[in-house]
């Protein structure tokens, strides 16, 4: 895909503070717009009403978590083909080919570094 394609974000954390980075290293591309949601129930309920072109997805939240959250997503089909990056401290590569197994797209590691987010980000979206 290209970058041009690439408009709506939505970041899916129930911390904060790495919400708010997320949402302003991102939001210094100008042509994204970068929504977020503190649950995986919040996100799915966003979703329903506004499609982002790609979600990041925090892996460990209470409640429901992100794969939980990615399977949901994958048991609607309107949901179905929206691409899922995770975003976790658990990036070891045995954890890494679990969450690709599970349909992510790819697998950022926490700590990240928010000036390299979006370029990341870019790069993930330009191979899929």
Known sequence: MNRDSLREILYVDDEPDIREIVQMALGLVPSWSVKTADSGLQALQSMQSSRPDLVLLDVMMPNMDGPTTLQQMRSQPELQSIPV????????????????????????????????????????????
């Open 85 to 128: 990056i995770f975003m976790t401290a658990k990036a070891m590569p045995q954890e890494v080919a679990r969450f690709r197994a599970l349909g992510a797209a790819a697998v950022i590691a926490k700590p990240f570094d928010p000036m390299l987010l979006a370029e990341h980000v870019f790069g993930i979206w330009e191979a899929l």
